[in-house]
């Protein structure tokens, strides 16, 4: 008996919770980077990771204004390479970063806003080809400390993705 309560408690309505000022998080999510364009993307919540990760292709490093500018692109969908999101930003910097395989590269490091559900603040992201990668994102450390707590046994905590109807 106490099995199934347990199972049914585990399937429970969606809904945002907060412990400490912290939003409660699956291991995977639903975001946005709104300054991107990008409106919905899938995200893994990598605690092993210290900084966040975006794929991204067709990086561009360019001037303007005397400051350093990346221009790339984005698949914000997984196995679907039809919809892309062009993007620039504002470069932060190169960065040494080593991947799970223990690979080391370096990588462009852009500041954007991150919306996780009703939270939004600003994150440090390194660009980089995932597209092998189960995740088009993944978001690290860095980038939860402070706002966010990991349910590492839940998924899509915040909300599900919801088809967009289109109108013409």
């Given amino acids: ?26 291991w995977r999510e639903w975001l946005s980077l709104p300054e991107l364009g990008v409106q919905r993307i899938k995200a893994k919540i990598d605690t092993g990771a210290r900084t966040s990760a975006l ?8 001037s303007r204004g005397g400051r350093k500018f990346v221009r790339f692109s984005v698949h914000p969908e997984q196995r679907n390479d039809r ?20 690979n080391v590269s370096q990588r462009p490091v852009i500041m954007t806003m991150i919306k996780v559900g009703p939270l939004m603040w600003p994150v440090e992201v390194t660009l980089t080809n995932r597209d092998e990668m189960g995740f088009r994102m993944l978001l690290g450390r860095q980038a939860i400390r402070g706002h966010l707590l990991v349910d590492a046994g839940r998924s899509f905590m915040i909300g599900k993705k919801t088809k967009v109807s289109r109108h013409h």
Wanted: glycine share 8%; proline share 0%.
């Fill in 1 to 26: 008996m106490a099995e199934s309560k347990q199972s049914s408690t585990s399937k429970k309505k969606r809904t945002s919770r907060l412990i400490g000022g912290k939003l409660v998080i699956g």
């Fill in 55 to 62: 794929h991204a292709f067709d990086v561009e490093v360019f």
């Fill in 83 to 102: 919809k892309q999101i062009e993007a620039e930003a504002a470069l932060l910097e190169w960065r040494e970063v080593k991947d799970s395989s223990g």
